[in-house]
């Protein structure tokens, strides 16, 4: 079956629009119902639970507060970039979404008709473009509100989301070198194993990159802003960062950013790493379609449904885990966190890139093909990698400040009492 | 009484007890300091406590702490309050300087009788910098100038308070003017009186009438020369001041910091305090002697019984009786209970201000199971009022015992919980390792008590050092930190809490039976029954009540280990029914001081750990 063209094209690509912009703000909408639902079964309570069965319309009862409340303009606020900035938070976050593919081709009667919104040839570079928009909304709002608190916090999202964004991007390097190719339907299916045609290499790039996927996570957590990574917000510290002037809708839309981020976030972690819409240990979802426009593989619906549902659940488990991260653990100090990202991040990957580059030319030369094989090497040298990097940071030798545990701890704190002490100062 | 007459003071002279045989006189500090500034030393006694005290000459003050801060054999190197009292009737104000030697377990009193006309005393801040917000405290409340004080402005009172000095006898309880002419003279107010003196340098003010300040001739070199000195020269006029609180999620209460900022690095942080003054020590003065105790538990309203038990302990040993076991086990475990009350709060609050939100429901959670076990012993939650003097308000409920049991022995897997999630977390730890340093004597010259001194390494704890409701017959550490940075100060609380378990489990076992309440009729109220039967009782019923308790004339200090340090409280009594001075030594506002000193040079994520690291409640700082 050939791929869609023509008007068909445009109808099916509209009703793609639609349907996923929709989808897209539904699940953030419940997303912010998950958290707080995932907060209470971490806290020992039970979160919303008073409207609706099971408190499901507490999604609807915030969305009218945010329309209904009153609208604050703090004096002096630049008022075109105050408006504008929450709209550029929400944005960039929603419309990496066109990217993103998240279900096998599906066959129609004009058709095959590919599950992405556009499947633009740069690929993963137009993510890291329109991702590295959203600081714009932080520095505005920062700006624009004439608060020193916000102002402070605008500086700190920009900062961090400027030096996260270098490590995103090189943490993209390693695929590119895999996959040799920066479209993402391709790099869903290098992940997959296809018995015939174009080489693949069988393994989610999360076992074979496993550095990597872990320096994606940790910077696209950062660049979400959520817990630990929320120094732009600090509630305790900064108020409310750089939203701290805002309320009603607007700041109703800093906070549907958050989880839209949060969502696309996972969404690309499950395309890079996770094999995308792929389901595993199974040969029938391995669909493709190639430049020329042959098919790979028998597209059916119920398959597309499957691989969606596929798509989705990674996701969701990706969502939760960061919610699980945020109500788990402190969060980071500025300066903590630009070393993290400068001094740790970068130059790993690009030792990592280095380490890979010569791993890729010695398998290439012992003559090892593109498969299984080739995976397994590649696992075995992340795993190394992985055991030595995570033994170093649990030794404090990653984030600056915990050094001295073990020299300070040595004697322990207990019971080490006189009473009406002899003074130690003298 | 009005409110605006002078109330009436018979006694000339309130002091404590003659030195009696072995008294004040074989003190070796006593001895000492006769026999170096003999002529300083106007007389000595002691207070209900025996605590040795001495009367000097205020022209002496500074050179007699001196030697006692200095000398060796002194070695007095905690100064614990420096208070003022007003007798009334225009007799001199008294100042206490109260004194602690770690070294070698010894408290003094130094005592300087300060007359009206001449309200002036050297500042003993250079010895002390916990001196510099006490002695702005007693200029607040006395009008004493001391003299070498870098910064003495106003603490409690507003900036442009103009109403006089409020804890003096003269100053009427409801204060001098009317709310209109408040407003209308903090209008007429220049910014220069109501600012402090380095913020007015912050925003440049002042720079402008003083000599160094850059003129305009210099601005055109200034331009023509550009080095690397200049140009940081330049920016330094470029810093952030940013105002943290009083309305801020982090400063704990109604705190406000006034923090200059380069970048994000703290350069200089300035804490005002007083927005929630309330004059309770003005308002102690005014009520009888049972009806101070809902004023102490609204100070440290998160540990609020230690309060109500310090104060009902300090009232007894004025009185010089003994309270009955069952009452001294009683009250030594809703201490215990307090002080857990209150470091889960710490626990909770301050891994909330570093970002871990979670924590703070557990430890919530856990304090919920003591508030109940409050409401089933007295009926309220937070402020009990559950002391008299003499006793408590009532015995405690038949199965509470077993209650509070269950609570101690579920409790520890709560703690446990809470470290898994913080104590070996490498972002908690790099949040918190080597912030807020303090050393050992830095942490003693600033007056720093309770967990904050510990975790310096100075094990002072007043439960060992002056044991109060037999804690010396319990079995417990006392945990010390080692570098006094705000990790050291999280573990010495946690271990703090594991301790209080352990004496809590001693001393649940050990609750003897008995009355409650001692059996004195001056004290406590006769049972109805009694009252009504016999005629005794009923005059001893109707003397309590017409006249209130009796508390004969004398001093005292008298101090126990609050959750947040020493909490000492200072007692005159001219032997009538109200306190003449009601002295509260907030530990927390002692902490506070430090404050400046342990944030500058730290970053705005630091100022809020280390102001939640050291344990400040605003209730009792302003008072």
Redesign the interface.
């Known amino acids: 079956m050939d791929p869609m063209t023509g008007t068909a094209f445009v109808i099916a690509t509209t009703l793609k629009i639609l349907v996923f912009f929709v989808l897209l703000l539904v699940f953030v909408a419940l997303s912010t119902y998950f958290e707080r639902k995932v907060?209470g079964f971490?806290?020992?309570?039970s979160g919303p639970n008073r409207v609706g069965p099971l408190g499901l319309l507490q999604v609807m009862a915030d969305g009218l507060k945010f329309i209904l409340k009153e609208e604050v303009e703090p004096g002096g606020a630049n008022k075109k970039f105050f408006f504008l900035a929450p709209v550029l938070g929400l944005v960039p976050a929603t419309v990496l979404f066109a990217v993103m593919p998240f279900a096998s081709p599906a066959p129609t009667r004009w058709g095959l008709m590919e599950m992405i919104v556009a499947d633009v040839p740069v690929g993963f570079l137009y993510v890291l473009a329109i991702a590295s928009l959203g600081v714009y909304g932080i520095v505005m709002a920062g700006w624009a509100s004439n608060s020193?608190?916000s102002f402070?916090g605008g500086l700190?999202g920009s900062a961090q989301m400027v030096s996260y964004e270098v490590a995103l991007g090189m943490s993209l390097v390693p695929v590119l070198m895999l996959v040799g190719n920066v479209q993402m339907p391709e790099i869903v299916s290098a992940q997959q194993n296809f018995a015939t045609g174009p080489a693949a290499y069988g393994a989610w790039f999360f076992l074979p990159l496993m550095l990597t996927a872990f320096v994606f996570l940790v910077a696209g957590l950062a660049e979400t802003g959520r817990?630990?990574f929320?120094?732009a917000e600090?509630?305790?510290?900064?108020?409310g960062g750089f939203h701290t002037e805002y309320s009603s809708m607007k700041f109703g839309m800093f906070f549907l950013g958050e989880y839209a981020h949060l969502i696309t976030t996972a969404a690309l972690i499950t395309v890079f790493f996770l094999g995308g819409w792929d389901i595993p240990f199974w040969q029938g979802d391995n669909i493709r379609v190639l430049a020329d426009g042959t098919v790979i593989g028998e597209p059916t619906w119920w398959k597309t449904l499957l691989t969606f549902g596929s798509f989705a659940v990674k996701t969701l488990i990706l969502v939760l885990f960061f919610m699980w991260l945020r109500?788990?653990?402190?969060?980071?100090?500025?300066?903590?966190l630009m070393d993290l990202g400068w001094k740790v991040f970068i130059p790993i990957m690009m030792v990592y890139i280095m380490i890979l580059g010569l791993a890729m030319y010695l398998l290439d030369e012992a003559g090892i093909p593109v498969g299984w094989q080739y995976s397994g090497a590649l696992i075995v040298l992340n795993l190394i990698m992985m055991v030595t990097l995570i033994w170093g940071?649990?030794r404090?030798m990653?984030?600056?400040?915990?050094t001295?545990?073990t020299r300070?701890r040595a004697?322990g704190?207990?019971?080490?009492?006189?009473?009406?002490?002899?003074?130690?100062?003298? | 009484m009005s409110s605006t007459t002078v109330p009436e003071q018979t006694i000339d002279l309130i002091t404590g007890t003659p030195p009696a045989e072995g008294g004040a006189d074989t003190d070796p500090a006593i001895q000492a300091l006769r026999r170096r500034f003999d002529s300083a030393i106007l007389s000595v006694h002691t207070d209900a406590v025996d605590a040795p005290c001495a009367v000097i000459d205020p022209a002496s003050n500074y050179d007699v702490l001196e030697f006692l801060k200095t000398d060796p054999a002194m070695a007095y190197d905690l100064l614990v309050d420096v208070m003022g009292v007003d007798i009334g009737g225009g007799r001199p104000i008294r100042v206490w300087y109260q004194l602690w030697s770690m070294r070698h377990g010894r408290q003094l009193r130094i005592e300087c009788r300060v007359p009206y006309e001449n309200l002036e005393l050297r500042s003993v801040t250079p010895l002390w910098r916990t001196a510099n917000w006490l002695e702005r405290e007693v200029w607040d409340m006395y009008g004493v100038t001391f003299t070498g004080h870098p910064d003495l402005r106003r603490i409690l009172m507003p900036e442009n308070y103009d109403e006089g000095f409020p804890l003096r006898k003269e100053f009427p309880l409801r204060g001098r003017f009317a709310r209109s002419e408040q407003v209308r003279r903090a209008l007429e107010r220049k910014g220069e009186e109501i600012y402090a003196r380095e913020e007015l340098e912050m925003a440049g003010v002042l720079a402008a009438t003083e000599e160094d300040a850059p003129s305009d001739e210099l601005i055109p070199e200034l331009s023509m020369k550009i080095g690397p000195e200049l140009l940081a020269d330049g920016l330094e006029a470029d810093r952030m001041v940013i105002n943290m609180g009083p309305q801020h999620p982090a400063t704990h209460g109604v705190l406000r910091l006034v923090l200059q900022l380069d970048g994000e690095n703290v350069e200089r942080c300035i804490p005002h305090i007083g927005y929630l003054h309330t004059g309770f020590e003005k308002t102690c003065e005014y009520r009888e002697w049972n009806q101070v105790v809902p004023y102490t538990d609204r100070m440290d309203y998160l540990a609020p019984m230690i309060y109500n038990i310090a104060y009902a302990g300090a009232v007894e040993s004025l009185l010089g009786i003994e309270i009955t076991p069952r009452c001294r086990a009683v009250r030594l475990i809703l201490s215990e209970l307090n002080r857990l009350l209150g470091h889960l709060l710490w626990l909770g609050t301050t891994a909330m201000d570093i970002g871990a939100t979670t924590v703070f429901i557990y430890t919530f959670g856990e304090r919920e199971t003591i508030y109940n076990l409050h409401e089933a012993y007295c009926g309220s939650r937070i402020t009990n009022s559950a002391t008299r003097i003499g006793g408590m308000l009532a015995d405690l409920p038949a199965g509470w015992l077993e209650a509070c049991r269950d609570f101690v022995r579920r409790l520890p897997e709560t703690l446990d919980e809470s470290e898994r999630l913080l104590t070996r977390n490498s972002i908690w730890m790099a949040r918190t390792m080597d912030i807020g340093v303090i050393d050992a004597e830095t942490a003693l010259n600033f007056g720093l008590t309770g967990p904050n001194l510990r975790a310096s390494g100075i094990a002072y704890d007043v439960r060992k050092a002056r044991p109060y409701l037999g804690y010396d017959e319990y079995d417990f550490d006392v945990p010390v930190g080692v570098t006094g940075d705000t990790y050291d100060r999280y573990l010495v609380r946690l271990e703090e809490m594991r301790q209080s378990i352990r004496i809590l489990e001693q001393a649940l076992d050990r609750v003897p039976d008995g009355p409650i309440n001692v059996s004195d009729p001056a004290v406590i109220l006769p049972p109805k029954s009694e009252a009504m039967g016999s005629i005794d009782a009923m005059i001893a019923h109707f003397k309590l009540v017409m006249e209130g308790l009796q508390v004969p004339a004398g001093e005292v200090w008298y101090s126990v280990e609050a959750t947040k340090g020493e909490l000492g409280i200072g007692i005159v009594s001219d032997g009538g029914s109200k306190p003449v001075r009601c002295r509260f030594r907030a530990p927390s506002f002692v902490n506070l001081s430090a404050l400046p000193y342990l944030v500058e040079g730290g970053l705005v994520s630091d100022v809020i750990a280390v102001n939640a690291s050291i344990d400040i409640v605003l209730g009792e700082i302003d008072r």
């Open positions: 907060a971490i806290q020992d309570r020193k608190y402070l700190r817990v630990p929320d120094l600090a509630e305790g510290e900064l108020v109500w788990t653990i402190p969060r980071f100090r500025y300066d903590q940071l649990d404090g990653i984030v600056k400040g915990a001295s545990r300070r004697g704190i207990r019971g080490r009492m006189t009473p009406t002490a002899p003074s130690e100062v003298d």
